[in-house]
Antibody, heavy 113, light 112 residues
Framework: EVQLVESGGGLVQPGGSLRLSCAAS????????MNWVRQAPGKGLEWVSC????????YYADSVKGRFTISRDNAKNSLFLQMNSLRAEDTAVYYC??????WGQGTLVTVSS | DIVMTQTPLSSPVTLGQPASISCRSS???????????LSWFQQRPGQPPRLLIY???KRFSGVPDRFSGSGAGADFTLKISRVEAEDVGVYYC?????????FGQGTKLEIK
């Protein structure tokens, strides 16, 4: 069974940083493209970033480009999202997804002073 | 960026009756490889999104056959043949043809 468990969310001040993690199990992590998708409270879904299986290809949404960095550790079956220069509008539940087939439960990031 | 527009934004439906959601993209979703990467997701209250349909009409593993997708180019439809109580939630279309991936605004399906 595919399992994706996000962690690392919390309350951070504007301009601060946070690193999200996603622990994957139940599939061969190293062969799948992985994504981060977020959802602001009461709002719709916004795709954030994706990384290919070998980390050779990475894409970002314009809203996070230059501030967020996606990475992965295939030896540890883990996906990461380094978030810098955080803004109030980054407040959301952040989901990790295998391709976009299977999703974790999400981790809440709140940017507020 | 490709803009995805869903209609209606809210759909009250009677149990056992059909439901239909439309999704239109601002440009054709036909990829250079010949496939059309249009997906549908369901999000039940308090739950993460769940993939229902990919490549317009292919049902993902475990999805009941009362869910079906159709369309081509820039015009797509999700149909539920007979709505059940567990179908309540928000439905999103998403294009996977170009980066950035973009979602529709969501359609809230509720029971009358």
């Amino acid at each position: 069974e595919v399992q994706l468990v996000e962690s690392g969310g919390g309350l951070v001040q504007p301009g601060g940083s946070l690193r999200l993690s996603c622990a994957a199990s139940g599939f061969t992590f190293s062969t799948y493209t992985m994504n981060w998708v977020r959802q602001a409270p009461g709002k719709g879904l916004e795709w954030v970033s994706c990384i290919s299986s070998s980390s050779s290809t990475i894409y970002y949404a314009d809203s996070v480009k230059g501030r967020f960095t996606i990475s992965r550790d295939n030896a540890k079956n883990s996906l990461f999202l380094q978030m810098n220069s955080l803004r109030a509008e980054d407040t959301a539940v952040y989901y990790c997804a295998r391709r976009l087939d299977d999703w974790g439960q999400g981790t809440l990031v709140t940017v507020s002073s | 960026d490709i803009v995805m527009t869903q209609t209606p934004l809210s759909s009250p439906v009677t149990l056992g009756q059909p439901a239909s959601i439309s999704c239109r993209s601002s440009e054709s979703l036909v990829h250079s490889d010949g496939d059309t990467y249009l997906s549908w997701f369901q999000q039940r209250p308090g739950q993460p999104p769940r993939l229902l349909i990919y490549k317009i009409s292919k049902r993902f593993s475990g999805v009941p056959d009362r869910f079906s997708g159709s369309g081509a180019g820039a015009d797509f439809t999700l149909k539920i043949s007979r709505v059940e109580a567990e179908d309540v939630g928000v439905y999103y279309c998403m294009q996977g043809t170009q980066f950035p991936r973009t979602f529709g605004q969501g359609t809230k399906l509720e029971i009358k």
